[in-house]
């Protein structure tokens, strides 16, 4: 599984994604201290993956600073509790997801509903049914980190553990 996270300066969205079944689990937008909570519960076979904040030349303002204290609170507790952290730059997801570093939001968003569908409606939701806001960029960040890393089901760690410990 792969957590996603879009941070922000008072919320952040975060991604549950399983990386077997090539699916959404389950998606919120958080207020920054809930997330942090959410991170704290997630089982240590998790990889988190977190948008991380890039300097293109231009004048940032408090809001930006504010976020990068959120990414750091974030990355200390997974190290705290033994998870995977890897920052992700949004350039690198909008290249993935788009080739092109000029892409926007709005294309990245399409580019995901080209792949995985239509969103779709209450009364006939489609597989990205409740993505919205800050979710699609946690969700890009998700299925980027699944399509260009290596993952391994619980199962074959446990069974790689228990061939190691028997010596087969």
Same mark, same amino acid.
């Given at each position: 599984m792969i957590i996603a996270i879009d941070p922000g300066t008072t919320d952040g969205a975060y991604v549950v994604w399983?990386? @077997?079944s090539g699916k959404l689990i389950e998606s919120k937008i #958080?207020?920054?201290?809930? /997330? #942090?909570e959410f991170i704290k519960r997630q089982e240590f076979t998790n990889e988190v993956f977190c948008e991380m904040i890039a300097c293109y030349?231009? &004048?940032?303002?408090?809001? %930006?600073?504010? %976020?990068?204290?959120w @990414?750091?609170?974030?990355?200390? @507790?997974? &190290?705290?509790r033994g998870h995977s952290f890897s920052r992700v730059y949004r350039l690198t997801v909008k290249? +993935? +997801?788009?080739?092109? &570093?000029?892409a926007k939001d709005p294309n990245v968003r399409q580019a995901l509903i080209d792949r995985f569908g239509v969103v779709g409606t209450k009364k006939a939701p489609g597989p /990205?049914?409740?993505v919205a806001s800050h979710i699609w960029s946690a969700l890009a960040i998700a299925t980027y980190a699944a399509d260009t890393t290596t993952h391994k089901s619980a199962v074959d760690e446990v069974m790689e553990l228990s061939t190691k410990q028997t010596g087969s």
């Open positions: 399983d990386c @077997i #958080l207020p920054n201290d809930k /997330l #942090l030349g231009m &004048a940032v303002g408090k809001e %930006t600073f504010e %976020t990068c204290v @990414i750091g609170r974030c990355e200390q @507790i997974c &190290a705290d290249v +993935h +997801h788009c080739h092109s &570093a000029k /990205l049914w409740g």
